[in-house]
């Protein structure tokens, strides 16, 4: 029960983290993910990069909830993907509503993924 509840927040986790993949089409993407004007072909190409990113955690992620064997290398990227946005965030508060979204999806998925690494911590240990 408790690998599939963390199997379970692996794989919500990682639906979080591949929301932006589709940033890797364009400009145009980018600017309504973020509500933010994309402009130049620099910024586009930071944004698209960071998306093509975030697929790839997500996908580690997903991968993970099946093979337990990556959970704790999973949850520790997850923990600093999460934390280190929460973090960068608060200090270039206030933002504007796009990327108060992402912080409220990242709060959620913090919480998700305390959860989730008690679950797995509790399920290794013996009987």
């Given amino acids: 029960m408790l690998s599939t509840l963390s199997a379970a927040v692996l794989v919500i986790v990682a639906v979080i983290h591949l929301l932006p993949l589709p ?17 130049g072909a620099d910024l586009a190409l930071l944004l698209r990069h960071r998306a ?12 993970a909830a099946f093979l337990p064997a990556w959970r ?23 933002t504007n509503a796009a990327i108060n979204r992402v912080v409220i999806a990242d ?5 998700l993924l305390v959860l989730g690494a008690v679950a797995e911590w509790r399920a290794r240990q013996p009987a």
């Fill in 52 to 63: 093509v990113l975030f697929g790839l955690l997500g996908a580690g992620l997903i991968a």
């Fill in 107 to 111: 709060v959620v998925a913090l919480g």
């Fill in 72 to 94: 704790p290398a999973a949850y520790v990227a997850a923990f600093v993907s999460v934390l280190s946005f929460l973090a960068l965030a608060a200090l270039e508060a206030p």
């Fill in 23 to 39: 940033g890797v089409l364009g400009a145009d993407t980018l600017a309504r993910l973020y509500g933010i004007p994309v402009e």
